[in-house]
C-alpha cells in the first residue's frame, strides 16, 4: 500500500516559520493537497494542488512541492496555527491516500 | 456556503451491518464527486470511499472493499455508505466530504462526521 510520510511532530515560537514535509514516490506526478485539523473539529483545506490557497486561508499557509516532497510552509506562526496537519494524495493508480500527520505546536 | 450532515451512525456488533448517510445543502449537490473519509480515535486521517458526481465511478480502500458500498442520490442531496461485515477496526468517526472545483479529486468541504463503535 502506498505511503505518505510525514514527521509525527514539529514545534516552534510564536513568529517562526513551520515547515511540514511530505515524502511519497507519487508525488513528482500527483499534486499534493494540505489539510489543518484542530482538536475536537473536522479537517480544513489549507492547500490544493501542491501551491493554491483555497479563499480565507492565511497567506501564511503556502505549499511547494519538488521531485517525492511536499512542503506545507506557516511563515510567522501564531499559536492559533496549533493543530494536526495531513497532506493528501494519490499514487500512480489514483488511489487517495492522506499521510501519516503531524503534530504541530506553537509555545 | 456548503453543510453536511452526516447521520446513521451508532453501536453495532462484529459482522453487523449501518447504513451511513450525509445531507448535503448550500451547493448543487449533483454537480460535485463525494467522498466518506474516517478517523479511529486518537488516529489519523483515512479515505474511505469516493463517488463520481454521476455515480459513474466509485473507488474504495483496500480495508473496506468488498464489504462497504458507496451511493449517492442526487434528488435528494443525499449521499450513503453501506457498511457491511464491520469489524472492530472500523470504528471512528465518518466524515462526509464534498469534492474541490476541477479536475482534482480531494475533499474540500467536511461535516462534523457521525461516530459508529464496532464492538461485542
Known amino acids: 500500500s502506498y505511503e505518505l510520510t510525514q514527521p509525527p511532530s514539529l514545534s516552534v515560537s510564536p513568529g517562526q516559520t513551520a515547515r511540514i514535509t511530505c515524502s511519497g514516490d507519487?508525488?513528482?506526478?500527483?499534486?499534493a493537497y494540505w489539510y489543518q485539523q484542530k482538536s475536537g473539529q473536522a479537517p480544513v483545506l489549507v492547500i490544493y494542488?501542491?501551491?493554491k490557497r483555497p479563499s480565507g486561508i492565511p497567506e501564511r499557509f503556502s505549499g511547494s512541492s519538488s521531485g517525492t516532497m511536499a512542503t506545507l510552509t506557516i511563515s510567522g506562526a501564531q499559536v492559533g496555527d496549533e493543530a494536526d496537519y495531513y497532506c493528501?494524495?494519490?499514487?500512480?493508480?489514483?488511489?487517495?491516500?492522506f499521510g501519516t500527520g503531524t503534530k504541530v505546536t506553537v509555545l | 456556503e456548503a453543510l453536511l450532515v452526516e447521520s446513521g451512525g451508532g453501536f453495532v456488533q462484529p459482522g453487523r451491518s449501518l447504513r451511513l448517510s450525509c445531507a448535503a445543502s448550500g451547493f448543487t449537490f449533483g454537480d460535485y464527486a463525494m467522498h466518506w473519509v474516517r478517523q479511529a480515535p486518537g488516529k489519523g486521517l483515512e479515505w474511505v470511499s469516493g463517488?463520481?458526481?454521476?455515480?459513474?465511478?466509485?473507488g474504495y480502500a483496500d480495508s473496506v472493499k468488498g464489504r462497504f458500498r458507496i451511493s449517492r442520490d442526487n434528488a435528494k442531496n443525499s449521499l450513503f455508505l453501506e457498511m457491511n461485515s464491520l469489524r472492530d477496526d472500523d470504528t471512528a468517526l465518518y466524515y462526509c466530504a464534498k469534492n474541490g472545483r476541477g479536475t482534482g479529486t480531494y475533499p474540500d468541504y467536511w461535516g462534523q462526521g457521525t461516530l459508529v463503535i464496532v464492538s461485542s
Open positions: 507519487a508525488l513528482p506526478k500527483k499534486y
Open positions: 494542488e501542491d501551491t
Open positions: 493528501f494524495s494519490s499514487d500512480s493508480s489514483s488511489n487517495l491516500f
Open positions: 463517488i463520481s458526481w454521476n455515480s459513474d465511478t466509485k
